[in-house]
């Protein structure tokens, strides 16, 4: 079953829920971040998460966004059974935007049915990416990492920060490592690098990403995306919407 959901003028966020069915988020516009034991998973443009069913999990939509969801029942398709990024092919996007347009109920055997089989075969087919950030269930990491989304743009140092938690600097990052397997100044850029992208994806600037992520100037900014995903900001968000057709 495929769902279109259009994100009112402001952010959106949906409680942390689970269900019986394997859930794929997609984001036709804007962006979309899925917090799930474990980590936090971007959908970027021309990707989805997927999310297998029985996950506890919440989304996040940036304004105006336009999403889609598709549902699929346990054991009908040979998908992860973990949480993942899938490319999603301009082809399987038509498809579902199609079947969202389409009764939930359909005819077995009939036109529907047989779209449904292509869709999850070509799902079933698309190349993982992993653009998450690492979520560990320490309340002490999770208060923090929520701080910095609420607030990308503070830029306190890693001994202001373990201040806060009632803990040594080496200790954080001790903690961080060993829970994460990235350092604390790592963690924090690959969150930043999230924030970031689910803002490019909504359509904010490079300039208004910069500054809202505390960097002095934008190319401070864009140097660490590209160290990060290997492209300028502008080049990558780009490149992903034209391949998307």
Known sequence: MALRVDVE????????????????VIALRGAV?????????MVPPQAGVWIPGGTPHSNH???????????????????????????????LREMIQYLAGLPVSYEVGGPT?????????????????EIFLPMP?????????????????DRRAQKDWAFEIGMSERTLNRLCTSLTGLSFGRWRRQLQMIVALRDLSGGATVQQVAFGLGY?????FITMFKKV???PP???ISDRLQAGG
């Open 137 to 153: 269930e320490d309340a002490r990491l999770r208060k923090i990492a929520r701080a910095m989304m609420l607030d990308p743009s």
């Open 61 to 91: 939509s940036t304004a105006n966004a336009v999403i889609f969801y598709l549902f699929i029942a346990p054991g009908v398709a040979s998908l992860p059974t973990h949480c993942c990024t899938l490319r999603i092919s301009p082809m």
């Open 216 to 220: 002095e100037s934008p190319p401070a």
């Open 229 to 231: 995903f290997g492209k």
């Open 9 to 24: 003028a402001r952010e959106r966020e949906i409680p942390i829920h689970e269900h019986q069915s394997g859930q794929l």
């Open 113 to 129: 049915e047989r779209l449904v089989h292509v869709l999850l075969d070509q799902l079933c087919a698309m190349p993982v990416e």
């Open 234 to 236: 502008a080049t990558y």
């Open 33 to 41: 971040s899925c917090d799930v034991p474990g980590g936090l998973w």
